[in-house]
């Protein structure tokens, strides 16, 4: 059993390598604005790449959003560095205990598999509450069949006009 009731107070996330996070709770807005700001990195790189291209330098150390999986890779990393950048305000077990900042967390959440199990943590209750909603079957006392129970309303009788005859 789950429960609908999402978290309201900031809460901790365990990651590998022994890192502990807190974040504040996952809110739609907050997942909406980490993707939109994903989205503008991954504008801002293509056009990064665009200009080098025209001004012919080199393209070192810009990725390859020419390749889809490239594209789709880098775009989820994107995804991952807001969404952390945002929801973390404190943690623990990362050696010199570093300020959090926007480039530690980006750092830490580069380090495999830490961004990605941030990620499935993070929106773990999102997920469990969609899977729920997902799992409801049609309801036994529904209208779709005869079988699933009466009609709320009876069929309208259709008058139909007279067939007329072709002379």
Same mark, same amino acid.
Not at 52 to 58: A, E, I, T
Not at 88 to 93: D, E, N, P, V, Y
């Given at each position: ?7 309201? /107070?900031?809460? =901790?996330?365990? %990651? ?12 739609? #807005? !907050?997942? $909406? ?35 889809? /999986?490239?594209? =789709?890779?880098? %775009? ?12 973390? #305000? !404190?943690? $623990? ?75």
């Amino acid at each position: 059993m789950i429960s609908l009731k999402q978290p309201s /107070e900031p809460f =901790d996330i365990e %990651l590998p390598y022994g890192i502990t996070v807190t974040v504040t709770p996952l809110t739609t #807005t !907050a997942m $909406a604005a980490a993707q939109a700001g994903a989205r503008r990195r991954v504008e801002a790189v293509e056009a990064q790449v665009r200009d080098r291209k025209d001004s012919g330098l080199s393209l070192d150390g810009l990725p390859d959003l020419s390749i889809e /999986e490239e594209r =789709d890779g880098f %775009l989820q990393c994107q995804v991952v560095y807001e969404l952390a950048t945002r929801q973390i #305000t !404190a943690w $623990a077990g990362i050696e010199d205990n570093p300020p959090v900042t926007r480039d530690n967390i980006i750092a830490v959440m580069d380090i495999y598999p830490v961004g990605e199990q941030f990620l499935q943590k993070l929106t773990l209750q999102q997920m469990l509450l969609n899977a729920a909603k997902n799992a409801s079957g049609l309801s036994a006392s529904g209208t779709s069949s005869q079988v699933e129970g009466p009609d709320t309303a009876k069929a309208a009788k259709m008058k139909m006009p007279p067939v007329q005859q072709e002379n």
